[in-house]
């Protein structure tokens, strides 16, 4: 317990310290996160506060680590913390294509899974499935991976909503080593948890700073890594029913990674991209009804909460059982939010060039674009 302390005051202390001068360093270099038609922010704001976030959470983790409870592979973890790292700080400063952020992250996963023994082998009876063949085991995973890293980046689209979410599900699984005396991984959790709630001082909003792709796609992995060793692991756990573990963790991720594979699906049945912008997620869902950003990320944790919640006390039911009963919550959810759809107003808007009609749900796209060029300009003349 004490290394957990050392590590949180660490971790938070350094990202707490971090983050001012983050915030001056991109503001003197005008390395900013720009407002654009999908963006819902109306300002240049800093997006490197991944830096800060993944600063004190290594530092914190490195000096609590008591060297004889550090995991063998502890190694490849770090290596794999590195290159997405690297990875986002290049897409927040220079951009970089959907495509090579993929090939990134597939080597994370293929490091993770040969090098850090992260592996997805047995599925507790989830559609009668228990052991799974290795081939399978490793595309299971890498998908997993994936998907998860790219949930927590995409589901930060407003003030505060990503690290919220991260720090519930990482507090979740912190909780659960902890009490399995799984000091190791309760530390990685409980570290980068003081880092998410140093930095959401600066996040929430209004938003002095923004996580960017760098700390958003740490958050992800390290979800990925820690509901993976959560499944292996709970079958030597009383503290729930072993058998359902999928769903406990299917269930603790379930609002970014529902929301991930549903607009995944959505860009992927029109024709475009999986990794291609829009404005289908739920948080625009919410922003186009009017609802605030702070109303957005509190009403949103507060149903992970729920979610989380109703699965631990669903656990006996079984693990098929769990997620179809998860998977039909949410999407009735959804389905409740486009049949109460307010109907379109016509609304005008007014820019440099000329005045035009629009409808509501395109309104915040168009004063996007009128003060981003307000803005533009203002950087230009300055």
Sequence with gaps: MESIIIGIILSFILTFYSIPAIISIASMKKLYDYPDERKVHVSPIPSLGGVGIFGGFLLGLLIAADISSVIQHFQF??????????????????????????????????????????????????????????????????FTIIVITNAFNLIDGIDGLAAMLSIISLSVFGVFFYLNHDIFYALLAFCFVASLLAFLIYNFHPAKIFMGDTGSTLSGLLNAILVIHFINTAENSTLLPHLSSPAMGFGILLIPMLDTLRVFGIRILHGRSPFSPDRNHLHHILLDRGLSHKTITLSLSSFALLFILLSYFALPLGTTKVILIQIVLFFTGIFVLHITKPKSMQLYVVNDDEIETTTQTSFLSNINKALFNKTEQQIKNN
């Design 77 to 142: 973890l770090i290596a794999a913390f590195i290159i997405v790292f690297f990875l986002g700080v290049k897409d927040d400063i220079l951009i970089i294509t959907p495509l090579k952020k993929f090939i990134g992250q597939v080597v994370v996963g293929l490091l993770l899974m040969f090098k850090a023994g992260v592996l997805i082998q047995n599925m507790y009876g989830f559609l009668s499935i228990t052991t799974i063949e290795p081939t399978l085991s490793f595309f299971l995973t890498l």
